[in-house]
């Protein structure tokens, strides 16, 4: 196919709707209707001669033929994105943009961002506190702090491990010395459980001690672990914390943990698009993230 005859609005709407794996948010994405979404892929496809998505019920998935188009369509656009990056010029101290989980964030991140300042004066940091996806277009961020069970958690992207998570029960220590005695696991089925997320943390705690019937679903649920540990600290209940997290308020004795036993719960990663072309700003970041958290695992004592 000639080049002057590229259908580009249409291999955009399919590349958006292929990465995506719906229609309606690559029209939010694109800024057009969904409507129009459907009739360029399906002129796509016409143009092709091949189905490139499978319409299921209230869902689509790729083809094989789709599969293979979206792939040398999403590398080529990133790279049209960066190489246009390069070149429209920026402020000369344009901040370096980095998006993390809520929870790191706000109970570690933000607690040490005033020793990276100190190093590196010259940096200025846009935290971006957000779980989503990044997809790293346009001036969207350059890093992402995310925790998964996995570096293959995060499609067309680098990621890099950070550090464990181990979990284990945490309290308010006025909790621990008013509530029910709690000197095994078990007894936790006299206090409140808090959640976060969902409930598989507590369920997944129980089932490793070998209490699987203690798993509650009842108790309050919140959609950030950072909130959980509020309500922990304030003393409405039992929350599942950390070393990495809080590490700094079981030290104080805001949080006091009753057991030793620890469960592994995945892991924080560092991501982004392609670590050789990270900015000298986002490499000294990342330098000073692996230090920092080397010093609180050892802070700890783990």
């Given amino acids: 196919m000639k080049r002057e005859?590229?259908?580009?609005?249409?291999?955009?709407?399919?590349?958006?709707?292929?990465?995506?794996?719906?229609?309606?948010?690559?029209?939010?994405?694109?800024?057009?209707?969904?409507?129009?979404?459907?009739?360029?892929?399906?002129?796509?496809?016409?143009?092709?001669?091949k189905p490139l998505f499978e319409r299921l019920h209230r869902k689509v998935e790729l083809t094989e033929t789709g599969q293979a188009l979206l792939g040398q369509l999403t590398a080529s656009f990133d790279d049209i994105d960066r190489r246009l990056a390069q070149i429209v010029s920026k402020p000369a101290q344009s901040p370096l943009r980095v998006?993390?989980?809520p929870s790191f964030a706000g109970e570690f991140l933000i607690q040490r961002l005033n020793s990276f300042r100190q190093q590196y004066p010259q940096i200025d940091i846009s935290v971006d506190a957000d779980s989503r996806l990044v997809e790293f277009r346009g001036n969207e961020a350059e890093l992402a702090i995310r925790y998964g069970a996995s570096a293959r958690s995060w499609p067309r992207t680098q990621a890099?491990?950070?550090?464990?998570?181990?979990?284990?029960?945490?309290?308010a220590s006025s909790l621990l010395a008013s509530g029910a005695p709690l000197?095994?696991?078990?007894?936790?089925?006299h206090f409140t459980l808090l959640h976060d997320y969902n409930r598989d943390g507590w369920a997944r705690w129980f089932q490793a001690m070998d209490?699987?019937?203690?798993?509650q679903q009842r108790g309050p649920l919140f959609t950030d672990a950072a909130l959980?540990?509020?309500?922990?600290?304030?003393?409405?209940?039992?929350?599942?914390?950390?070393r990495i997290l809080n590490g700094a308020d079981l030290r104080a004795g805001l949080l006091v943990r009753p057991f030793k036993m620890e469960v592994p719960f995945g892991a924080y990663w560092l991501?982004?698009?392609?670590?050789?072309?990270l900015s000298w700003p986002a490499k000294a970041f990342s330098d000073w993230l692996v230090e920092e958290l080397g010093a609180g695992l050892e802070a700890s004592g783990a």
């Fill in 228 to 242: 959980a540990m509020q309500a922990a600290k304030l003393g409405h209940g039992v929350a599942l914390g950390d």
């Fill in 271 to 277: 991501v982004a698009p392609d670590f050789q072309r």
């Fill in 183 to 189: 000197a095994t696991p078990a007894d936790l089925q």
């Fill in 99 to 101: 998006s993390v989980e």
């Fill in 5 to 49: 005859r590229l259908p580009l609005t249409a291999l955009r709407s399919f590349e958006a709707a292929g990465r995506q794996l719906s229609f309606s948010r690559a029209a939010e994405e694109l800024f057009v209707s969904q409507a129009a979404i459907s009739r360029q892929i399906r002129e796509l496809e016409a143009l092709i001669g």
């Fill in 211 to 215: 209490l699987p019937d203690l798993a």
């Fill in 160 to 171: 890099r491990h950070l550090v464990d998570v181990l979990v284990t029960p945490v309290l």
